[in-house]
């Protein structure tokens, strides 16, 4: 038996959510514990499925990872093991980013490919890269990501995209390289900034946090430190996004909104009414049927491609017509299909999408595909006559701690329900 939501068409969204910890940060953070031995303390982390996955990922190379609601402690032994292959590195992307903290701090690394969303291809071949530049080798072998060096150094590297992901496994490996590592075309992400924080409380070197260019000093060693997450910024657009899809009023406290300025600017195009709380939150407030708008997801600070399922949902309840333009993961667009069932005017030509919105989306059953696709599809269920039915929900609660809770809260009706997922094809 699989899960379900019953989503209910016809609500209108008002009142106050609160943000937690940035899904997309709290990973690598924890991941980054690996780096100093003794005990680190995550706070602010979101209850959600992929923290206690990374934790067995943490667990399965020697630490011991205790849960307790929003922190997480990470105890860090003298002596780890280099493989990182248990079950749950099938199960989340972000796993792969213990590689460069253990060839850090190991040398040496045995990683198990990762799994994750069904979004497109996200090869490895940066990381890779960026390792071997530093000293290591680096292969595929049996399904895992094998590196070692004798000794880590200091190196010039230019990304030629700049993966957040990359980024900061080569960020990660060269905290603790001899000599002074410069990462040119380096991700400039919130989440990584996060990360760098967190870092350079431990004890690391580094500059260019938020640029395009970072350069790190090396160190002997890190040491353990306690670090807040910082809020889950595409939590809090998705949140910008329902308020929007269902002309609500929604307060969204606990993330910065100059991490989203260029999306509010959007809502604004869109004729949301739009305030900004310094770096606390901010509030949409969208009276009439929002006005079609385009997209293009790019890297940060520019168009998050996380979003660009909530800018088809939106774009398909809109007056008018939408190009949403797709530059990072081919795949992302399989969303549509199921935007297609609730009846959406959607029609896609490579990196393009055009949507012609309507005034209401019709009910059908509908599956999720990854952890935005499935959130996406819930607040297009909002906006779509009788009861829309989606399923593989286990992808939203990846990345969105008390969803039903905080939908119904605000005025939604929603419901999980236990169910054969056959009987809806």
């Known amino acids: 038996m699989s899960e379900h939501f019953d989503v209910h068409g016809g609500a209108r969204l008002v009142g106050e959510v609160d943000v937690v910890g940035a899904k997309n940060s709290v990973l690598k953070l924890m991941a980054a514990a690996l780096l100093a031995e003794g005990t680190t303390t995550i706070t602010n982390c979101p ?8 934790a067995d990922v943490l667990r399965s190379v020697g630490c011991e990872v205790e849960l307790d609601g929003g922190t997480v402690r990470i105890t860090t ?10 079950a749950a590195m099938g199960k989340l992307r972000a796993s792969v980013c ?8 190991l040398r040496k690394a045995v990683v198990a490919l990762p799994g994750g969303d069904a979004i497109g291809q996200r090869p490895l071949d940066m990381h890779q890269n960026g390792l071997r530049k530093l000293g290591a080798t680096s292969t595929i072998e049996h399904g895992c990501v094998v590196a070692e060096a ?9 990304l030629d995209f700049p993966s957040v992901g990359a980024t900061e496994n080569i960020l990660m490996a060269a905290v603790l390289a001899e000599g002074t590592t410069v990462i040119d075309n380096a991700a400039r992400e919130p989440e990584l900034v996060d990360i760098c924080q967190m870092l350079t409380e431990m004890g690391a070197k580094i500059e260019g946090a938020g640029t395009s260019t970072l350069t790190v000093h090396g160190v002997d060693q890190l040491h353990p430190t306690r670090h807040q997450v ?40 869109a004729g949301a009414e739009v305030t900004t709380f310094d770096d606390k939150g901010f509030r949409i407030v969208q009276a009439e049927r929002p006005t079609a708008v385009d997209w293009v997801t790019l890297p940060y600070p520019g168009f998050a491609t996380d979003l660009q399922p909530f800018a088809v949902a939106l774009s398909a309840v809109s007056e008018g017509t939408s190009m949403i333009t797709e530059n990072v993961y081919e795949a992302r667009f399989r969303f549509i299909e199921e935007m297609v069932r609730l009846s959406a005017d959607a029609r896609t030509d490579g990196h393009h999408a055009v949507v012609r919105g309507v005034e209401q989306l019709s009910s059908a059953p509908v599956w999720a595909s990854d952890i935005r696709a499935g959130a996406g599809l819930v607040l297009a ?20 701690p008390h969803f039903v809770e905080n939908l119904n809260r605000l005025g939604a009706r929603i419901e999980r329900v236990a169910g054969d997922p056959d009987r809806a094809k």
């Open 47 to 54: 209850q959600i499925l992929d923290v206690p996955l990374m």
């Open 77 to 86: 032994p003298a002596e780890l093991s280099h493989r990182a292959d248990s």
């Open 98 to 105: 213990v590689l460069g903290p253990l060839v850090g701090r």
């Open 150 to 158: 004798e000794g880590l150094h200091g190196a010039q590297i230019w």
């Open 230 to 269: 910082i809020g889950d910024r595409i939590v809090g657009a998705t949140w910008a996004f329902a308020a929007a899809m269902t002309r609500g009023d929604l307060t969204v406290r606990g993330v910065n909104p100059h991490h989203l300025e260029l999306v509010l600017d959007k809502f604004r195009l």
């Open 381 to 400: 269920g909002l906006c779509a006559d009788g009861v829309t039915e989606v399923w593989d929900v286990f992808h939203i609660d990846r990345g969105y």
